[in-house]
């Protein structure tokens, strides 16, 4: 099957990416990145630093430690993803399969970009652009995302921040279809839900959501692949509420709860998952 992803280029998603060709290798894949989710201007101070950790750190540093074979030290691997080890994007690349950036998708250039690789399916996930009926309608079996939260309830950014400001008990994610240029408010393929592990960060949460989300793309693309057709459910709107990145305020609470929203030992951990070549 000829499936285009469509991601950010940050840690989570290269993550995910590399979960999902782990386990699909024999489809034609190509992917596109987009550079950031959301608006980055005039976030607080511990959001500016996550995003350095997330995307910066990875994509400026690490990778390209990686990618030149220079040593990367050998830590203790995380529990959630145990026994797995990761490609950065240039790794992935040199496999064969085509990554590109992508600036603007829904732009005269961009769905060319995406209309030459016939796709059959379109595969979401943390994609920082809005996608737009042409894009919507191209490939013949949709357009699904994966979101890292609980739908409708976690609707927007940072779903799993949202849900541990507020002592929830659980988390996960939702596979949904992508049928208009409404947010996160398509039919619900699947879910999958983990208990929130309040002894680590909200990174680490958030990370350790991705090898059942991924399992839930998996297993519609071989539902799809023998021609049966998802069945899906209608989101009641109405619940729940759209989340945005959080303000000062927010995060002072969250940090007076005594949760973090990264921990530089755990950051350790992930570095590890990758290997030289």
């Not at 085509?98 to 016939?118: H, L, P, R, W």
Request: net charge neutral; glycine share 6%.
């Amino acid at each position: 099957m000829r499936i285009t992803i469509l991601a950010n280029r940050d840690l989570a998603s290269n993550m995910a990416i590399n979960l999902l060709l782990q386990q699909m290798p024999e489809h034609d894949f190509v992917i596109f990145l987009s550079a950031k989710v959301g608006k980055s201007e005039n976030l607080p101070e511990p959001l500016k630093t996550l995003g350095f950790i997330e995307q910066t750190l990875f994509n400026q540093i690490v990778f390209p430690l990686i990618d030149t074979h220079q040593e990367v030290a050998n830590f203790a691997n995380p529990p959630a993803l145990s026994g797995l080890h990761f490609k950065s994007f240039q790794q992935i690349a040199a496999q064969g399969i085509a990554v590109k950036d992508i600036q603007n998708i829904n732009s005269s250039c961009g769905y060319q970009d995406i209309v030459k690789q016939e796709p059959e399916l379109i595969i979401s996930i943390r994609f920082g652009q809005i996608l737009q009926e042409p894009i919507i309608r191209m490939p013949k079996l949709g357009v699904i995302n994966l979101h890292s939260g609980e739908l409708p309830n976690f609707r927007g950014v940072m779903a799993t921040f949202w849900a541990m400001l507020n002592n929830q008990k659980k988390i996960g994610t939702t596979l949904h279809f992508i049928d208009s240029s409404k947010i996160d408010a398509g039919k619900v393929i699947a879910n999958s839900q983990q208990d929130v592990d309040y002894q680590h960060s909200y990174l680490y949460n958030v990370l350790s959501l991705y090898p059942q989300g991924v399992d839930t793309i998996v297993c519609a693309v071989n539902q799809l692949i023998r021609g049966e057709a998802l069945k899906t459910r209608s989101m009641d709107l109405s619940r729940g509420q759209y989340f945005s990145f959080p303000d000062e305020i927010t995060l002072n609470q969250f940090t007076r709860q005594g949760k973090r929203l990264y921990d530089y030992d755990e950051i350790t951990e992930w570095v590890a998952k990758y290997r030289l070549p």
